[in-house]
Nanobody, 124 residues
Framework: QVQLVESGGGLVQAGGSLRLSCAASGRTFSSYTMGWFCQAPGKEREFVAAISWSGGNTYYADSVKGRFTISRDNAKNTVYLQMNSLKPEDTAVYYC?????????????????WGQGTQVTVSS
C-alpha cells in the first residue's frame, strides 16, 4: 500500500516555473515506477512523465519534453516534477501515481495508487 500527497502547485505567469513534490508513505516506495498525470477541466487525465524505481530512466509526453523534468529521492520517499517554460495550456490538476509495472505505461488504468492532486494555473 502506498499513499501519495502532492504539493507545490499554484498560480504562475507564462514562461515561469514550478516544482511539484509528491511525498509517499510506505517502506516499498523505491520499488515503484512513479508517474505524473494532469487533468484539465472537461478533459481526460493524461500522462505527463514517469520515472523508474531507481531513477535511472525517465519517460515524457511529447508536449513536455525539454520543459519538464521528473526526478526522485528514494531516501526521502519523494518524487518531483520540475516544470519550466510553463504555458497556459499546462493549466490542470496534476496527480502523482505509482505502480509496479513498466516505465512506458501511459495509461491511467495501469497505475494503482494516486494522490489527491495539486492545481497548476498558468496565466498568459
Amino acid at each position: 500500500q502506498v499513499q501519495l500527497v502532492e504539493s507545490g502547485g499554484g498560480l504562475v505567469q507564462a514562461g515561469g516555473s514550478l516544482r511539484l513534490s509528491c511525498a509517499a508513505s510506505g517502506r516499498t516506495f523505491s520499488s515503484y515506477t512513479m508517474g505524473w498525470f494532469c487533468q484539465a477541466p472537461g478533459k481526460e487525465r493524461e500522462f505527463v512523465a514517469a520515472i523508474s524505481w531507481s531513477g535511472g530512466n525517465t519517460y515524457y509526453a511529447d508536449s513536455v519534453k525539454g520543459r519538464f523534468t521528473i526526478s526522485r529521492d528514494n531516501a526521502k520517499n519523494t518524487v518531483y516534477l520540475q516544470m519550466n517554460s510553463l504555458k497556459p495550456e499546462d493549466t490542470a490538476v496534476y496527480y502523482c501515481a505509482a505502480h509496479l509495472g513498466r516505465l512506458r505505461s501511459r495509461s491511467v488504468r495501469e497505475y494503482d495508487y494516486w494522490g489527491q492532486g495539486t492545481q497548476v494555473t498558468v496565466s498568459s
